[in-house]
């Protein structure tokens, strides 16, 4: 089997590579693939800074009444973020990737991006009115 359309790996991971890695860049890295030319690769392919996607879960099914902690801005090594629910929505305690609440992806220092991590996890919190099982 041979891809004719091919693409970077999926979510946002050529994105943070992009980010971290000093001189690389994978989307035109691609373009010149396809098109026959040299990869252009930096010097040196070493990170300077880590890259983390932290998913951040709600522990209950129902509905969502309140969210707090979701200011992910406020995490030094915030570098994007979305959140997948919204007050009035209909949200699943997290079992599967589209199930989280949020997505945070963070860069920076590893200690700090592990500490941001944590803190974009135990500081989400939401408020949800659990369903009654139906009949």
Same mark, same amino acid.
């Given at each position: 089997m041979i891809e004719i359309a091919g693409r970077l790996a999926g979510g946002r991971k050529a994105i943070m590579a992009e980010a971290t890695i000093p001189g690389w860049y994978p989307f035109e890295a691609m373009i010149d693939a396809h098109c026959g030319f040299p990869i252009r690769m930096p010097p040196s392919f070493r990170p300077t800074n880590t890259a983390a996607q932290a998913y951040i879960a709600s522990d209950k099914n129902g509905i969502l009444k309140s969210v707090r902690g979701n200011d992910f801005e406020r995490l030094p090594t915030h570098r994007e973020s979305t959140m997948l629910c919204k007050v009035g929505d209909k949200v699943k305690r997290a079992r599967d990737l589209m199930s989280f609440a949020a997505y945070v992806w963070l860069i920076g220092e590893a200690e700090d991006v592990k500490r941001d991590a944590l803190r974009a996890r135990d500081e989400?919190?939401? @408020? $949800? @009115? $659990? @369903? @009654? &099982? &139906?009949e």
């Open positions: 989400f919190i939401v @408020e $949800v @009115e $659990v @369903e @009654e &099982a &139906a």
